[in-house]
């Protein structure tokens, strides 16, 4: 930074356009159109021009008084302008010069392993399971294991369980049958009576009526055995996702519509299917899939790459920087590598 030696000097008034016209005059300094367009645009699409200009005027005339009073030296004058040159620096290179584009290859990497199943799935189910369970655990072995000791009366049991429930679930399908869409499932559900068993039968076999809203995918050109030998989904019981897997063939791949009661292992299923997302499978190449996940790891990757980046001026600069305000960041800069 060179410093001038009047306010007439080209390093202050800057470079002149050809024909430039003189819009105000400070002792006789001029201030130039192009300045004041400049300063206008910069304010934004509501500005005032001549607001703006008695501004400019004002900062000549503060700038002159700070010249005469000898505060024109590098201690006040040249830090302070160093601080907004790396600040405007900081600003147009964050918000202007970097995009999607530049994250790096291993960030991309990382979110699309975390968004995966969005990308790259079998058919995905979207479900509401109104689940009667006669038992607690997902094991039907586990089942009554307190009340008795013989594995046969534990599965005679839960057997008996499941079977009391049965005719009161098709009076629920029934009624949740007529539901539209899920919003009218939904509040069908909620005058329905939910109170399966009553107290006494909920007591005797330890009965759960619960709801559950999840989604699950599955591949419905092979048999549930198959896909159970290498699984990297989410497996419900055979029963359920064959199921429902019918019951989407059967009405032509349309929704939305109800299964009919599904009996698993531990006890009765009313399953509506109000969603269903198609097969696809993109890879982190495709050019939907890395614009999308870039898109998404944007931000994220530029708080990292903004703390780098002020650790970089902070050397250039020897200015202090807080290593231990980048903890939470470099914890996931090293999740990536």
Request: some cysteine; aromatic content about 10%; hydrophobic content about 40%.
């Amino acid at each position: 930074m060179r410093p001038i030696d009047s306010f007439e000097s080209p390093l202050w008034v800057g470079d002149i356009p050809k024909d430039d016209v003189v819009v105000a005059r400070v002792e006789g300094t001029p201030i130039y159109l192009s300045a004041l367009q400049n300063q206008v645009d910069r304010a934004g699409k509501d500005a005032d021009p001549t607001a703006i200009l008695d501004r400019m005027i004002e900062m000549e005339l503060f700038a002159r008084e700070a010249f005469k009073n000898g505060k024109y030296n590098f201690a006040v004058v040249g830090e302070a302008i160093k601080k907004v040159l790396t600040l405007r620096w900081i600003i147009r290179h964050m918000e202007e010069d970097i995009s999607p584009a530049d994250v790096p290859k291993k960030y991309v990497d990382l979110a699309y392993k975390q968004y995966r199943g969005v990308y790259d799935h079998f058919e995905r189910f979207l479900v509401v399971d109104i689940q009667v369970l006669c038992c607690n655990d997902v094991w039907a072995a586990n089942c009554f294991t307190d009340l008795y000791d013989d594995k046969e009366k534990q599965k005679q049991h839960l057997k008996e369980c499941i079977d009391f429930h049965e005719l009161d679930v098709q009076k629920l399908h029934a009624q949740l049958s007529k539901a539209k869409d899920l919003e009218d499932f939904r509040s069908i559900h909620e005058l329905a009576s939910m109170d399966l068993p009553n107290s006494i039968l909920r007591s005797q076999y330890q009965t759960a009526a619960t709801v559950n809203e999840f989604d699950f995918q599955y591949d419905i050109n092979r048999s549930y055995e198959k896909q159970f030998e290498k699984v990297r989904y989410r497996m419900l019981y055979k029963e359920v996702m064959d199921g429902v897997r019918d019951a989407y063939l059967k009405v032509n791949k349309k929704t939305p519509f109800m299964v009919q009661p599904i009996r698993s292992p531990i006890g009765w299923h009313l399953i509506y299917v109000y969603k269903v997302i198609p097969e696809k499978h993109m890879k982190v190449d495709h050019p939907k899939v890395q614009k999308e996940v870039r898109k998404g790891a944007f931000i994220p990757w530029r708080k990292i790459y903004f703390l780098q980046q002020m650790e970089n001026l902070c050397d250039q600069l020897g200015c202090e920087f807080h290593h231990q305000r980048m903890v939470p960041l470099q914890e996931l800069d090293d999740a990536v590598r």
